[in-house]
């Protein structure tokens, strides 16, 4: 079947009255889970696991990848209203976002995030129905070597992400990486810094950990100093969103840029979301003429990260789909969806279950409109939130918090982890000590140990192997360059302030 | 104000009342059932699969607990210290009941003593698996490789101490071989770099690999199982090949706390062996690569024992601890 | 020393102890390995000694340069709120949701002096409606609702 053939067959399968059904309670579901801080889309996605034994295949999966890409916009609400991340993937949208709703410009932060959302969503749907199985192929090349250059990649990247001194920013992106190593080894089983507690074996829970520096620090340090009725009503108002020709000129290029980083991560097994938003945070800043404006209200900090985001949600299908290779506990979950159903998922399902295929990709452009159409009238809901006075909201807001970690693995444990990450977050604000890079860190750290051990142990501690094979080498030098670029900038910089 | 707090405390008693006031003599209202990984794998797979079938079968209504952490032995430890009247049940496997035991430096319960059998479920062999381009045709290449090389023939496992690394650690000590282990942090990732061609093979659980060998990306050398398994008939196991009586496979079964009530595990287990028997339920369990088991409370305990002595000596002679 | 950025010296030394710690556990502890199969402990003994050096730069930059006011902590929302989380954590094991969210909102209300104790009882019934709606009926996840495990 030709390609336009099999794009309007997948439309005739999403478009049937009961996948559209099924298509809407997952982007809802996904909605109400990605606003809710904490609580993670896996333990959503299992809990209606066994449902999907009696449903047809295909909505089976319309479903719970409505799920899946839905928290992606819901995500980004309480970081831009309260500086309280609704899923750790959307944490960096608090930089800028939260300053922007500060300003009296929360709706349209919200309205643009859906933008943002939608835009990246859609790239990352092109990307996956274009390029499939190319990009599958092509993430496969990818070795224990690669995966080790480009997270240093990720991290050179990603250092000055946080403004103010950068020892500080590097001393947390260690502190991040530290706190990464904590729990079992994978290559001896060795606990390490786990000093007999055996919640820690499985290491620190990255929902904890952002929940607790980003939002229980955060309530913490404005109960009191966050004013009642901070808010004109004119900013509540639908006509509030309305972006200026300002936004619109600033927003396209930080949404490509982040839908093409999304879209990159997302592909490759193991990283994803959360990856991709820090990343792109780190490339606009990086790349701005201004980059001072950032922590500040800077749009671009938002649009970035939330297109990179939902670019991500929607690729990670790639390896899903065209491998049979989960990316994440999510997905692996999906594929068990698919195996139940005596599906077998790899290069040969476009071509043997095409309706299931396309059907899929058809509705993940369904469900994002849908997602669009759901989410604007809300702003005004949750923008009107902020009219509450923040004695009555921040008991609402951390009930969800604890609820919602807790939630996640139906562990006490996690939420005593948010209770001493809070007290460090509020230690760290107070010395000025960014969080993102922690977060950052903590992402990255066991990736890069994981897989530099890994690359040592199959070259036989020859380090050679990092420059002897061509992708790697390629990642390093961009790297290298990224390096030297920044040093010679600064320099430039300091020259120009001595002479000036 | 205070009246609307009692009112809404008032409405939550209400909506779990229905599950309290049950005529039945057992059992009594919902039966936690305590999976001891997180959602999503392979024990939360069977369990849910598992209870799905008695809720319709039976009438019971159960509620799945999901308390992973620490390689399984977290729930455990939590089923271990449950009240025994039969309203908390549990899947062990492999790793948490036979394992980690030994594995482990020190362990919250022990698996021989704290808990009663019921029902083994389902079992599945690891399979050795290269890459469709791979220079190895058959599991006697691979071998020969090793020997001459040894340490040289990388493979990937799920990682240290799993079922997957000791029974390769099993294997070499009885062939005699030395492969270079490289574990990942779960199955997914040791696939992955195996179909990628990074390492020489993988070692990992029917389940998490035969959508692979089905579409051809990954080539089955030999199943660790004592015989062929009917999802791979075409692929020998280790036993066969000349290693006699080298078996390995991967299990789970029902337990609860220990001394659980006699009438208790026999209604328990008649229930279990009647769902074993469902054939949708059989297809969605082989469909995975699993095998269906079943039989007495009497004849898990028999096994487990010898389960828990087997992998005993597999882990003393790998060496690998966990502290 | 005192005209100095006090703050940031203090804190340099304290991250630079802590980062000597981490490698001193580490290397102790942990097998480093060789370069081929590394150990569990080199990469945190590293890192280690990577925050000690980074807390030795901050003490010094901090050094030069001027004193820079002490930041100020109020007490009373950090332990409110800290101490509410703990008790929730402690709660939603062994007795259930209900009495944790209970316990939860009527702690972490006294962050602020604002709330009296009726607004703070309509909140409480507000919140445990709320959960039960969101989490066991329309997500439907299984957090017993009381329960009596000690």
């Not at chain 1, 010395?431 to 142990?457: H, K, T």
Request: charged letters at 10%; one cysteine or more.
């Amino acid at each position: 079947m030709d390609f336009f053939g099999n794009l309007s067959l997948g439309l005739h399968t999403a478009l049937s009255l009961s996948n559209l059904f099924y298509c809407f309670v997952g982007v809802f579901l996904g909605t109400l889970l990605g606003v809710i801080p904490g609580v993670g889309v896996l333990a959503a996605i299992s809990m209606l696991f066994p449902i999907t034994f009696h449903m047809e295949v295909t909505s089976a999966l319309i479903m719970l990848a409505g799920i899946w890409y839905g928290t992606s916009y819901g995500g980004s609400t309480a970081s831009i209203l309260l500086n309280v991340p609704g899923t750790p993937a959307n944490a960096v949208v608090c930089l800028d976002g939260y300053p922007m709703a500060q300003k009296g410009r929360g709706a349209v932060a919200l309205f643009m995030t859906t933008v943002a959302s939608f835009v990246g969503g859609s790239i990352g749907i092109v990307i996956l129905t274009l390029f499939a199985p190319v990009i599958a192929q092509y993430a496969l090349s990818m070795g224990p070597a690669e995966y080790f250059s480009l997270m240093l990649l990720g991290l050179i990247a990603a250092t000055g992400i946080a403004d103010g001194s950068a020892v500080k920013g590097f001393v947390m992106v260690m502190l991040g990486i530290f706190l990464g190593s904590i729990g079992t080894d994978v290559y001896t089983g060795t606990q390490r810094f786990a000093f007999g507690i055996p919640e820690l074996g499985d290491g620190i829970s990255l929902v904890a950990l952002a929940m607790g520096v980003f939002g229980v620090a955060e309530l913490i340090i404005s109960v009191g100093s966050v004013k009642a009725n901070r808010f004109k009503s004119s900013d509540l108002t639908l006509r509030a969103m309305k972006p200026t020709r300002d936004d619109m000129r600033r927003s396209w290029l930080p949404m490509l840029r982040g839908s093409s980083i999304g879209s990159f991560f997302g592909a490759l097994p193991g990283t994803g979301p959360s990856l991709a938003a820090f990343i792109a945070y780190a490339v606009e800043k990086r790349s701005s003429k201004d980059p001072s404006r950032f922590g500040k209200g800077a749009i671009e900090g938002i649009m970035a990260p939330e297109s990179a985001n939902n670019a991500a949600d929607q690729t990670s299908f790639i390896p899903t789909l065209a491998l049979g290779i989960p990316g994440s506990p999510t997905m692996a979950l999906m594929l068990g969806a698919l195996i139940i159903h005596g599906v077998t998922p790899g290069p040969a399902l476009m071509t043997e279950e095409p309706s299931l295929f396309w059907g899929l990709v058809m509705s993940f452009w369904i469900g994002n409109i849908m997602l669009v159409i759901l989410n604007v009238p809300l702003i005004g809901v949750w923008v009107r939130l902020l009219a509450v006075p923040y004695h009555l909201l921040f008991p609402v807001v951390l009930m969800f918090i604890c609820l919602g970690t807790y939630s996640v693995n139906n562990s006490a444990f996690d939420v005593l982890l948010v209770m001493i990450f809070g007290a460090l977050g509020v230690l760290m604000r107070k010395l000025a000590f960014p969080a993102a890079p922690l977060i950052l860190g903590f992402v990255l750290g066991p990736m890069m140990e994981d897989n530099f051990r890994r690359a040592m142990l199959l070259s036989s501690g020859d380090f050679a192997t990092f420059i002897n094979r061509p992708i790697s080498a390629t990642i390093l030098s961009i790297a290298a360059f990224i390096m030297l670029w920044s040093f010679f900038s600064t320099l430039k910089a300091r020259r120009a302030l001595t002479q000036g | 104000m205070k009246n609307n707090a009692l009112k809404s405390i008032a409405c939550a008693a209400l909506l779990i009342l229905p599950a309290v006031g049950m005529a039945q003599s057992y059992p009594k209202g919902s039966i936690d059932f305590i999976v001891p990984f997180s959602a999503g794998g392979g024990t939360d797979f069977a369990s849910r699969v598992l209870t799905e079938k008695l809720s319709e079968q039976q009438g019971w209504n159960f509620v799945i607990e999901n308390r992973g952490g620490a390689g399984g032995n977290i729930g455990l430890s939590q089923l271990a210290r449950a009240k025994n009247d039969g309203q908390v049940m549990g899947m062990g496997q492999t790793s948490n009941m036979a394992i980690n035991p030994t594995l482990y430096a020190s362990i919250p319960y022990d698996s021989l003593n704290d808990f009663t059998p019921i029902a083994l479920i389902s079992s599945q062999p690891m399979v050795l698996a290269v890459n469709q381009n791979s220079a190895y045709e058959d599991f006697e290449s691979l071998v020969a490789a090793a020997r001459e090389n040894p340490g040289k023939v990388s493979m990937s496992t799920p990682g240290s101490g799993t079922v997957s690394h000791l029974s390769m650690e099993v294997f070499s000590d009885q062939a005699d071989v030395e492969f270079m282990h490289v574990p990942y942090p779960g199955a997914a990732q040791a696939v992955t770099d195996a179909i990628g061609g990074h390492v020489d093979f993988v070692t990992a659980s029917l389940p998490s690999l035969l959508s692979h060998i089905r579409s051809g990306s990954l080539k089955a050398l030999a199943v660790t199982s004592a015989e062929r398994n009917a999802a791979l008939p075409d692929v020998p196991s280790i036993a066969e090949l000349g290693y006699e009586g080298f078996e390995a496979s991967d299990w789970k079964a029902v337990v609860g706390p220990a001394g659980l009530p006699d009438d208790v595990v026999a209604t328990f287990n008649a229930a279990i062996n009647q769902a074993l028997q469902d054939e949708r339920l059989i297809e969605t369990i082989e469909s995975e690569g699993s095998t269906v088991e079943g039989g007495s409370a009497d004849e898990l305990e028999a096994y487990l024992q010898a389960e828990y002595e087997r992998w005993a000596e597999a882990v003393s002679t790998s060496g690998a601890t966990v502290e | 020393m005192l005209n100095r950025d006090i703050v940031d010296i203090i804190t340099g030394m304290a991250l630079a102890a802590l980062g000597l710690i981490i490698a001193a556990y580490a290397s102790t502890h942990y097998n480093l390995g060789t370069l081929q199969r590394m150990g569990p402990g080199m990469v945190p003994m590293g890192i280690g000694l990577i925050i000690a050096l980074l807390g030795i730069m901050l003490s010094i930059g901090g050094a030069s340069r001027p004193r820079f006011p002490m930041p100020s902590i109020e007490w009373r929302p950090l332990t409110a709120i800290l101490g509410g989380i703990l008790l929730f954590s402690l709660a939603v094991p062994r007795v259930g949701l209900v009495p944790a969210i209970f316990l939860l909102t009527l702690i972490t209300s006294l962050a602020d002096k604002q709330l009296r104790i009726k607004t703070v009882l309509a909140l409480i019934a507000f919140l445990i409606l709320a959960a039960i709606l969101i989490f066991r009926l329309a997500l439907g996840m299984n957090i017993p609702i009381f329960r009596w495990a000690f």
